[in-house]
């Protein structure tokens, strides 16, 4: 925790603020929001910032860091807000959250989602780029021991590629216990790219060239936006099942589809106590998952930052973001924009 307090004044420090955000009023001390490095989450990020520095009048700045460290961050209140927080999957935020260190709030994606996808013209097959269904049967997670040849592995004869997360993902140990309960170990490679960029890449050039491709991914992302995908189906989500596929250790996996995706706007306690009107204003956040994902998707292609897709998607959706806030504060960011 010395470490990233050191790395916060020297952040402040370089932005020409003071060294330490106690040394700063409490009028004139940005609020600090966690600088996410994925797509949604820092779309997210800038969405909600420019609301609050345009709407409420509020400095805000980003700071770096790991989920966890930046987890504990918030609970210490060097940070005060998440933008986009898995809630309930790190020991770290579980721990904050029943100490009342931190507050999640609101429910502002709906219909989030990870699992096993395929492309879609590899079940329904795609007419006007002469590609037939390969796999016309495939529905679930169980079908696939009869589609091993399909998702050939090319350096291994005789089974199919799995692309799983990279290693170091906490779903990384849930789909290689998957692959277990499954009983797919003998059928497929569990193939793990390097990182997020490498998994991202194997995909979208499968894709481009009309190959059949077995993958993990999640949602919301620019991926999901971009191309026509088939989740394919997994049992009932069984909790007791779920604890053996986090356990990598756990000889015996037992088969159900992921915990349910929860995210939410996590923020400090103290923050919660001395911004009500912010804390009202997050609860309220809903962004449609289908426009989301096309936004990431126009954003990834257009190598656009942030900031810049925040406001593309805040002028494409007016009705969206308006319906989280007061109409004097809406009326402001309005014009801002």
Excluded: C
């Excluded at 942030?306 to 309005?334: C, G, N, S, Y």
């Amino acid at each position: 925790m010395k470490g990233f307090r050191l790395l916060l004044a020297s952040t402040l420090t370089a932005m020409g603020l003071p060294g330490t955000p106690a040394a700063a009023s409490a009028a004139q001390a940005p609020i600090h929001f966690a600088d996410l490095n994925w797509e949604s989450g820092s779309l997210i990020t800038d969405i909600l910032r420019i609301i609050v520095e345009k709407g409420y009048d509020l400095p805000t700045d980003t700071l770096p860091g790991t989920t966890i460290t930046l987890e504990t961050a918030l609970a210490n209140n060097d940070i005060q807000v998440i933008g986009e927080e898995w809630a309930g999957r790190s020991p770290v935020w579980v721990k904050a959250e029943a100490e009342g260190k931190v507050v999640s709030l609101g429910d502002p994606v709906k219909g989030a989602t990870e699992g096993w996808w395929v492309p879609e013209y590899v079940v329904k097959g795609d007419p006007a780029k002469g590609i037939k269904p390969l796999a016309p049967d495939l529905r679930s997670v169980a079908d696939l021991k009869r589609y091993k040849d399909v998702f050939a592995d090319p350096e291994t004869p005789g089974k199919g590629r799995f692309l799983n997360s990279p290693i170091g993902w906490t779903s990384e140990v849930v789909n290689q216990q998957k692959l277990k309960a499954y009983g797919l170990n003998d059928s497929y490679v569990n193939f793990r790219s390097g990182s997020g960029a490498a998994l991202d890449a194997e995909i979208t050039s499968s894709i481009r060239r009309g190959k059949p491709v077995l993958f993990y991914y999640w949602s919301p992302t620019p991926l999901l936006g971009r191309f026509k995908l088939i989740q394919l189906e997994e049992p009932p989500f069984d909790a007791e099942a779920w604890k053996t596929l986090t356990d990598a250790d756990n000889p015996n996996p037992q088969p159900t589809r992921s915990l349910a995706s929860k995210l939410s706007i996590g923020v400090s306690t103290p923050f919660q106590k001395q911004y009500p009107h912010l804390a009202e204003f997050f609860s309220k956040v809903d962004l449609p998952i289908d426009p989301l994902n096309k936004a990431l998707a126009q954003m990834s292609e257009q190598h656009s930052t942030p900031r810049q897709a925040a406001e593309t998607f805040m002028k494409a959706h007016p009705d969206v973001w308006k319906a989280w806030l007061p109409k004097d504060i809406a009326d402001k960011v309005a014009i801002a924009l």
